[in-house]
């Protein structure tokens, strides 16, 4: 079974400071995403990879950046975080461009900006 | 990007089959129709995907209507475990990119 974990479930972090979020996957996938997800909003797409040290922007990338430096680890940060940016992030892999290709998802990571 | 368009929310009984709806009717030729779930606390999980033929697998079966303009998503025996949020999502061309809607909420009474 694909396993796509994350750093942490919840993280509390304060205005102004930087904030990194990893995700790893154990299937030698090509693509990676991240995804935040709020209430009345659904799920929206920040950044995705299709390679190691490619990236592309999503849907919302404004006040987040994105490094892949290894083709298992994606990872999202967060410069300056806040208040705004509070929220549900969900990191997912598939294995190759094809557009039908299945996502999977971790657990998500449920960070508070006070 | 093509839009999905589902209710909000459905109630089932345990034990009996659900369906689930989703109009696409912008699709395009190339966009495969893909259904996720979201169970509390967790992530979305695949559940199936077709182009234009009905497909079955172990967890669902997706009905594709000849024109494509709308799909259902069928759960022949729901159980509590099924309780979750449904989403109907168009895969964007070759990009990969999943566009997610509101999804619905599927309720199931024991």
């Known amino acids: 079974d694909v396993k796509v974990t994350q750093s942490s479930r919840y993280l509390v972090k304060r205005t102004g400071e930087k904030v990194f979020l990893e995700c790893v996957q154990d299937?030698?996938?090509?693509?990676m995403f991240w995804y935040r997800q709020d209430p009345g909003l659904g799920l929206r797409l920040i950044y995705f990879s299709y390679d190691v040290k490619m990236k592309e922007k999503g849907d919302i990338p404004e006040g987040y950046s994105v490094s892949r430096e290894k083709k298992e680890r994606f990872s999202l940060i967060l410069e300056s975080a806040s208040t705004n940016q509070t929220s549900m992030y969900l990191c997912?892999?598939?294995?190759?461009?094809?557009?039908?290709?299945?996502?999977?998802f971790g657990p998500g990571t449920r960070l508070l900006v006070l | 990007d093509a839009k999905t368009t589902q209710p909000n929310s459905m109630e089932s009984n345990e034990e009996e089959p659900v369906h689930l709806p989703c109009n696409h009717s912008t699709i395009s030729g190339t966009d495969y129709i893909h259904w996720y779930r979201q169970l509390p606390s967790q992530g979305p999980e695949y559940v199936i995907h077709g182009l234009t033929s009905n497909v079955n697998n172990r967890m669902a079966s997706l009905a594709i209507a000849e024109d494509r303009k709308s799909s259902t998503l069928i759960l022949h025996r729901a159980t509590l475990r099924d309780a979750a949020v449904y989403y109907c999502?168009?895969?964007?061309?070759?990009?990969?990119?999943?566009?997610f809607g509101q999804g619905t909420t599927l309720q199931v009474k024991p």
């Open positions: 999502i168009l895969l964007s061309g070759n990009t990969g990119k999943l566009i």
């Open positions: 997912a892999s598939s294995l190759g461009p094809a557009d039908q290709e299945t996502q999977y």
């Open positions: 299937m030698d996938h090509e693509n």
